[in-house]
């Protein structure tokens, strides 16, 4: 699957993935009024104007990117309804050829996660029916059960084409409490990567293992170190724009061949039209225009 | 909520929680069958007879135990069916009187765990419409991300008189690989443990926390030491049983009031009719003769 990634990021030239995390607060008031008079004030409602408007989005974006990555948890906050607009958008940026990057963070005791993992990236034998429920392209995954919990995820990418991000040193401003606690000597966020690189032997795709990391934008300094612990390894860069990470800080995230990374953006680019410098564009043209802005951002640093 | 599940225990002399983890195996083939028949081999047809067996097994045991602990990864492989029949389990188990554990797992950046927080113990504010999503009463909580990925489900705990388990000490075989890491001279579970315990003091509820711990009972020495470090907050027993955990071993889990832990147990009630100790039972009839076995197992080692 990393393969077929990087054959996305190449083609498009634009190492980025839009996130598709549409929180209530993001969804212009048109759409959600419109869905609410049709449904009522339900779940149903905001599914529905949830998908309306990421369907838009993508509609806007998917030329210019070649991945896009849906946050599991803002559709899991509406339920039932909101995970079906969740699988829709899946399935909708499938149509599209994006490739589908599920952010889920699961991880769980070996027969556990082997659940999750058939669930979201494999397939189910319904007495020798074959049936993919979520069937996203890659998810991410949280190592805190260490090796038990993540290899099941590894044995379906290789049964299925598929890939995974697993977490390493994540953006988020307390993310140092547990993963910078040194030990023997080293923080614990390297000695994670280190797992992850050599659980990605086992998964190789070409240059590259279907066995990436997650290292957030907001920490360049820990992603140079990464990047040499994990050299197979792709690294999913969450924090860029609205968490603070900018261009500049990205060019320690990428190998000298200049793949290796791929950044995401989500409120910077699907709530872009609420920017002062996108002001007045339909929330569609902002999300193009600040894609545009973004990957000449990142172009311009890597150069 | 603490409190509630403490009244539970109390009422029923048992201080163990039944894991409704239903994976295809553990189904009786004519509930399956009959499903197959009737909507075809899809995952709608697995969605009702995992509802059905979890019918059976709730009505037969429901007047035993304080509360349940459904793994939604096991209803999540099977897509959003499963994730229907995951919510009817919940809506059941409340509706007969049962304290719910949503057995998920989540945890992710500040406003990410926030949204998780409100679509399983929570309410979504839809325009001045408040709806509860999952509606679980409990739900447990991986703390890699630190305390910006915690913090906001004890938020939303407080805000609804509901609970978390965080998991401090996994009962898998390799979660040492990350979690007894010697960091300043103590296993990096330790310093979680230190920590479950300063955030459980945000959300006292009698006396003890709505916050509470996951420690396997796997690992019975580390259990001691925890539920000193935490002496506020309940510890949730995983790895009884089958994964190999004795009654004997779970003496070190209680605080010397006879409380502080709830021991749960899956495969070994659910799927207890595939025992040679329960041959030849119903599988109803065999959870509730495992339950009061493992009450009695439980009972005899605290005397």
Redesign the interface.
Known sequence: MISKLIKGIKEKNAPIVVGL?P??GFLPEDI?ARA?DEKG???E??ADAVFEFNKGIVDATYDLIPAVKP?I??Y?????P???AY?QTVDYCKSKGLVVIGDI?????????E??A???IGS?D????K?Y??DEDIVTV????????VKPFIKVCNENDRGIFV?VK??????????D????GRP?YE??GE?VNSWGLDSMDGEYSNVGAVVGATYPEMGKILRDIMPKAYILVPGYGAQGGKGKDLVHFFNSDGLGAIVNSSRGIIAAYKQEKYAGMDYKDAARAAVVDMIEDISSALQ
């Open positions: 995390d929180q209530l959600l609410y004030r339900t779940l409602a905001v946050q948890a803002m899991e906050q509406f339920g039932i909101g995970l079906m699988k963070k699961r991880g769980d005791i070996g027969s556990t996660s659940a999750y058939i669930g979201h189910v319904l007495g020798g029916e049936v429920p979520f949280n190592p805190y059960l260490g090796s038990d919990g977490l994540t953006s988020n401003p307390s993310s140092g409490e547990f993963q606690r040194v030990v023997d614990l000695l994670v797992m």
